[in-house]
């Protein structure tokens, strides 16, 4: 085998390795799942018990599953587990029993308009059990009896999630939240893990400005658990940004916060505007992943999504068809870029106060000017100084130079830079 | 004669029945309207007396006729009130004289663009008297002496308006508010009464959660005679709609009120444009209809101006040609309708207060959300009920919430109804 | 020679007048420029001493030149300051040497896309001399030993700026603001000194609402210098422009203000619109003209800048085809017509109030309406009352009447002058 060599090789050989595990929202599948992240970052995982009272939820009992198959009267197993985590509905109570296919048919999920593609179904609050399956595996089943197995447990236990921390120049965080409790879908959301793993391993080594805490937890009740059990905490979240649907072959999709202008949505709208590559923003709808729960009212947080296509947009969006083939090395890496982009904005990202706002300082005696006058091509580092300090005037930020110019951030970040050297400016 | 089954059918007869009186800003013409009125809908008829100051103005003497022609040398009328109310000016003062058609000229009206038309002119404030007929019978009087005579009264006496009203479960008011002094004029503003005298009886069938108030009152000096005379419950008046020129076979024009995102502007423009009817919203000017006097500057009602072609939009206003051929009554149904809808949404419309802001409340434990998870279809009432719970912050209305999510007023406002059933939401 | 008789030739003879003088930010060469201009309005001349602080800078040595050329080994001057100004490296401190062309060329300044055309520089802050020449003589001058002579002084002295004054009905004051330091350069400025002659001119003719004061100071030092020395002032400066770049024959450009809606910003984008010239708006940047200094975020001063094709737009610009011919009297004639129109504008514009608010007042007993009513053809002036009494809130400018009504401005300000004379609003 070739040795991994890209980001995007390293994010789908872990996509991979994580992909046959049967997660739920609890469970051994979740706990193994942190277990190999664990193995690229560091986690602190926490087990929250069954019944504990989390926002208006309540923790519920602990799932795992051995075995599940349906068999025919010969012992076949026409739908089997063990071939895909799929084939269960998630959370199904056991169930040992053999039934004619007239009655077990009420148990079946199928994609019909997808004959070959099995159906991700979860019945988590309701007592219930199923097989998912593909259309044309139920087309090909005789009517007769058939026996029914599943080998799970619901019992009290624990909601497992985990956090990884990379701890910043402030105490003020950005959030990066990942669900991680879909069994074998690899858009959904392996890829979202894959590329928070390697946007955590990268940050890592610089010193960022704001702490960045990532969030490996259950969508739903797991970020609903995080936010109940950090209270105090989320007072100090100033961003977040919601990954999944990371790795498909669509264009990048942003989805506002809730508030729409908050500024890790002018951050990542401006990286995606300037980098030209193509791409969609969308407005903060009440439904998607866990920005559900961040922008709820009572938080309102400014987290935004960041996703290719976007959830449900897509055909093989919870089916079996959302396999590791379906996620690409180059989708994962492009979304990591902006990843690394946004946060880099973000985390330089200051309103400063000009110190000399009556009339412009004289930069040339600074050194931060041409001696020469005359020339028509002022060069845009000095133009980026001239914009710094007629907008320092603590209402603007560097980004809304940035966009008030046109001028890079880079360069708008550079020049404040220098005239912070020199005194001109202070944060 | 046929049995008249449709609202439209109704309208229009009310319209045929009403048109030859001749109305004014005061005298019998209005009173013999308004007890037609009342006919359909209970009136509070009100006299004003002569001289009474109403704002800045000063209640005028009662104007009442009885004949008035212009005659040839034969006895032969030539022009003959009789004929129509149009022909003589309004508020003529008496005459009684002969003279030649040279001195006579000065006092006759014509539309030389439309010759076979009579306009409508008055003269309310400047003691005058005159004459409406169409060009091509000037064109045809020869030269030579007429007997003209006006047989009218301008005499101390009232202005008289009506208010028909229907209880609400609130005392805050929406007002509807017709003006019923143009004389034989269909579309202006026969067209418009009609619509509110069905708009009455329907709100009447239902118990309303505001108060609608009726007000048929002449143009302008009626408008301000209400508002000089209800200084105290102007305070209540919380929404109002203008109806005018409601019957023409046009597209339906809304114009906004003086403040342009009323909350009666926002549910008019909302009812049209998801109803899909081609029509206009335009700004508020400050001439038209009694809108001039609601949303004069002290005042500034949230009251638009509902029309299909508007104010002095169509070459037949103020002319003959304004008669109960030129409104249908498909185009008054289709007012209605509008009214209809938009007092509706008006009435449903209203501010909730998420009682559950942290996080998304558990909706399936309430019976609200589908057991069976992973499906990409969500349901219209479960998208409405996250939206409601999602914008429900004491800034945004159900109006808010569906022009934002897309979702039907009224998905809303059921998922609303269920939300506050489940003790969810407040009002 | 003809007479001039047109505004444009005019300025035209004045711009040809000014032209051959060597201006700089300090200097006999302002000086003599000022004498002329003083020619035409009277002005006071400012004198500020070497060494002053002034806001961040400091004023420098004055500059004064009498000769500078280099000659070849015959003594023909192959560049001589007699034949242009801009010939010698603005602020160039005296040299008197032999050396051969390849030491020369170090202090040569030529244009390599624009051969025959010489370019403007300066050193102002760093002591440097040098020859600005087409590119064609440099490309003409063999090998050799050339005589290099800069016949200049650098000497502790004053920076001399000018201020004209026409007094108006108020203390506030709009500034017009040209930089006199630029040499042999037509469009850039003494065409936007030209227009502001003619245009101080004209208001004197009639008594002004606002105080007009014309600044005549050298570009940046000279800007800064009256900001330095008017602190008080500066607080009656409620608007300004800055006039450059007025005669070249491109479309008018307005550049907001710094805070690109301060009524400075609305009158002239209504005058150019509504007089329907093509023309550009642009946004404020903090590089181009005075406005820079004006509009430092510690000022933030309603100032704009009015030009034809802006600064730095034009290949001519700074260069030796920034000529008399570069400039034409109609385009001089246009600037300073909008100027005209846009502060007569500007000193009608007011709020008032509607001091009878509830309802419309009776127009017709005042002489304001017509008597007959009924017609669809309502007068402008009308409408325009209509319109002023409407939106006279205290929230609203005449110049919001105008362009929300659609009305020309000068019938919203009749319309205004007629109901304050009856006495039915004040300012």
């Not at 929202?25 to 009272?53: K, M, S, W």
């Not at 089997?80 to 296919?101: E, I, K, N, R």
């Not at 990542?268 to 009212?297: A, I, K, M, N």
Request: glycine residues 8%; hydrophobic residues 40%; charged residues 20%.
């Amino acid at each position: 085998m070739a040795p991994v060599t890209t980001a995007g090789e390293r994010m789908h050989a872990l996509v991979e390795r994580l992909y046959p595990l049967c997660r739920s929202i609890t469970g051994d599948g979740v706990r193994a799942t942190l277990d190999i992240v664990g193995e690229y970052v560091p986690l602190q995982v926490h087990e929250v018990p069954t019944g504990t009272r989390v926002l208006d939820w309540t923790v519920p009992q602990e799932w795992n599953i051995r075995d599940a198959y349906i068999a025919d009267t010969t012992g076949r197993r026409v739908v089997d587990f063990a071939a895909s985590s799929l084939h269960v509905l998630g959370y199904s109570v056991p169930v040992a029993a053999t039934m004619p296919l007239s009655e077990l048919r009420g148990h079946l999920h199928t994609l019909p308009d997808q004959p070959t593609w099995v159906p991700y179904r979860t019945s988590y609050y309701t007592p219930e059990w199923g097989f998912c399956l593909a259309q044309e595996t139920l087309d090909a089943m005789p009517d007769g009896e058939y026996e029914v197995r599943i080998d799970s447990t619901l019992a009290d236990g624990h909601l497992t999630y985990a956090e990884h921390v990379v701890p910043g120049q402030v105490a003020e965080e950005v959030i990066v939240s990942c669900h991680v409790c879909h069994p074998s879908l690899a858009n959904d959301n392996l890829a979202g893990v894959a590329v928070a793993v390697l946007l955590a391993q990268e940050l890592a080594q610089r010193s960022p400005y704001y702490t960045y805490r990532f969030i490996f937890a259950p969508g739903t009740i797991g970020a609903i658990t995080w936010l109940a059990r950090n209270a105090e905490r989320v007072e100090l979240v100033r961003h977040g940004l919601v990954l999944a649907c990371a790795g498909d072959r669509g264009q990048l999709t942003y989805k506002q916060s809730r508030r729409g202008d908050a500024e890790i949505d002018r951050v990542l709208e401006h990286v995606l505007r300037t980098s030209e590559r193509p791409h969609r923003v969308t407005e903060f709808t009440p439904y998607g992943y866990d920005e559900r729960q961040y922008c709820s009212p009572g938080f309102d947080l400014g987290v935004g999504s960041l996703t290719r296509t976007p959830y449900a947009g897509y055909p093989e969006y919870h089916t079996s068809a959302d396999n590791p083939d379906f996620v690409s090395p180059e989708a994962m890496a492009d979304t990591l870029a902006v990843c690394r982009e946004a946060f880099a904005v973000l985390d330089r990202n200051r309103q400063y106060l000009n110190l000399s706002p009556y009339g412009e300082p004289q930069l040339g005696r600074r050194g931060l000017y041409d001696s020469l006058g005359g020339r028509s091509d002022a060069k845009q580092a000095q133009l980026a100084m001239l914009w710094v300090l007629n907008l320092s005037d603590g209402e603007h930020s560097l980004l809304d130079v940035a966009e008030r110019s046109g001028l890079p951030f880079d360069t708008v970040a550079a020049a404040a830079d220098a005239l912070h050297g020199a005194g001109l400016i202070k944060a």
